[in-house]
């Protein structure tokens, strides 16, 4: 009996290269390596990725989808290729569980929320011709994902993708994961954890949670459990990941972050004022007080771990001399790299429902104008700016960021404050890819 085919496609933004730009930027399509390993083994598969590699045209029994908003248009004309072939289409990620009953336009069927406990019905629905419009997953206490196939990966990807925690309680206005994911910080094993970072041949790992080290007491302890784990077995990875101000509280927690390889922390910095972090329902932020930030990189950076900072240019509260203030701090604050995003209202967020509900958003064509939601251009019309200004106000903060001069200084002084040529070094390649995304991949 011939074994039947899936192919799993992780499609990309055609408008714009993006995140894409520079190989060291781009992350292996984790949803779809544990969708593979979730399949049976009977079935053979394949990953299409366009990260690296133009679509074509790949003969399958079953498509399987994923995309965020930005991919969104990319996918649902990808799965129309197939579609036109009599061949069914599932698609799922944050795009399709935010808005399912667009997708459903567009594909045979969509997985709303996390797929490990929907996947294998999925699956035999499929192989009966029972395959279902909608199939909806609830949260699980602990997550029990499994390894996921990565041998299916492009081996172009410079770091691998892991997950370690699910779920955010912080509910910040722009974001969805709390959407998404839940309200409520949710695990996955340690030791499950440590025995896929021995497997992955990379070097260079991304853990993907959206707090490494939570907010809670408990997450804190299963967070240094991990970094325990990781030195206990010996395991030499170098380690990027997200975490919030509070990764600075705990010194012992740092040193151990540092003994296990984490050279870089991404810190959501959003904004420098008062106004823009009350838009942003950023609390912790509000809470310590915008004074803090320099003393919060100062105690990441002295344990030799390099600090990127987020900010978040086109609120509403912004005007043009907010726009150059943050440029200001931004060269000025100590971080030692940044990302620099364009507010972007998401289906599945507060800021979303908010914009669309005032009439403010400039493109809404969709599926077509999702391709443009994709963090690098003003998608809300402003209440005191028009677009046009707000726009050339934030290329000219970009600029001054990411000017090569400042590139260089910044490296000086983050071997200086963190002592340590690796993650210096780590820092001023990290801070230059940002320069090409943000100044070259529109």
């Known amino acids: 009996m011939k074994r039947k085919t899936l192919l799993l496609i992780n499609p990309a ?20 390596g544990i969708i593979a390993a979730l399949t049976p083994s009977d079935w053979k598969i394949k990953i299409l990725d366009e990260n690296f590699r133009p679509f074509r045209f790949y003969e399958a029994d079953l498509v399987g989808i994923t995309a965020f908003t930005s991919a969104a248009a990319r996918a649902y004309q990808l799965a129309a290729l197939y579609r036109e072939r009599g061949i069914k289409t599932v698609m799922g990620g944050i795009h399709a569980s935010m808005v399912p009953e667009e997708s459903l336009q567009f594909v045979d069927s969509v997985v709303q929320g996390e797929a490990e406990p929907i996947w294998e019905q999925v699956i035999r629905d499929f192989e009966q011709g029972k395959l ?23 081996p172009g990807y410079v770091s691998a993708s892991i997950q370690t925690t699910r779920g955010c309680p912080m509910n910040c206005s722009f974001c969805s994961v709390s959407a998404f994911n839940g309200q409520h910080y949710r695990f996955r ?41 990781i030195i206990r077995r010996g395991i030499k990875k170098y380690w990027l990941s997200q975490a ?45 007080g ?30 043009p001399e907010t726009i150059a203030k943050r440029a200001r701090f931004a060269v000025n604050c100590g971080a030692d ?54 726009y050339r106000l934030i290329e000219k903060a970009k600029r001054r960021i990411f000017a090569p001069l400042q590139i260089l200084k910044t490296g000086v002084k983050t071997l200086i404050r963190t002592r340590r040529y690796h993650a210096a070094l780590m820092q001023a390649f990290n801070y230059w890819h940002y320069r090409n995304i943000f100044l070259k991949g529109k």
Not at 132 to 154: G, N, T, V
Not at 344 to 349: D, M, N, R, S, Y
């Open 189 to 229: 094993p340690v030791e499950d954890i440590l025995d896929e970072l021995e497997e992955i041949p990379q070097k260079y790992v991304f853990f993907i949670d959206d707090n490494i080290i939570g907010e809670s007491r408990e997450s804190k302890e299963r967070a240094r459990q991990l970094f325990e784990g």
């Open 244 to 288: 919030s101000i509070n990764f600075a509280d705990d010194e012992d927690l740092l040193k151990l972050a540092y003994l296990s390889g984490c050279r870089m922390i991404f810190l959501g910095i959003e904004a420098e004022t008062e106004d823009q972090l009350k838009e942003a329902n950023k609390n912790l932020n509000l809470s310590r």
């Open 132 to 154: 279902q419009r909608l199939y909806k997953s609830s949260f699980a206490r602990e997550i029990r994902q499994p390894k996921p196939r990565r041998e299916l990966f492009h």
């Open 13 to 32: 933004n055609q408008l714009r290269q993006g995140f894409i730009v520079n190989r060291i930027t781009r992350n292996q399509p984790l949803s779809l």
């Open 290 to 319: 915008t004074e803090s930030y320099n003393e919060v990189f100062r105690k990441i950076q002295r344990n030799g771990i390099g600090v990127i900072a987020g900010l978040i240019f086109g609120w509403d509260s912004d005007a």
């Open 337 to 390: 790299s940044f990302q620099i995003s364009v507010l972007t209202p998401l289906p599945g967020t507060k800021l979303f429902e908010k914009i669309a509900s005032e009439n403010r958003l400039l493109y809404t064509n969709f599926p077509a104008d999702w391709q443009r939601y994709d963090y690098f251009e003003p998608t809300i019309q402003h209440p005191s700016m028009q677009t046009e200004q707000l």
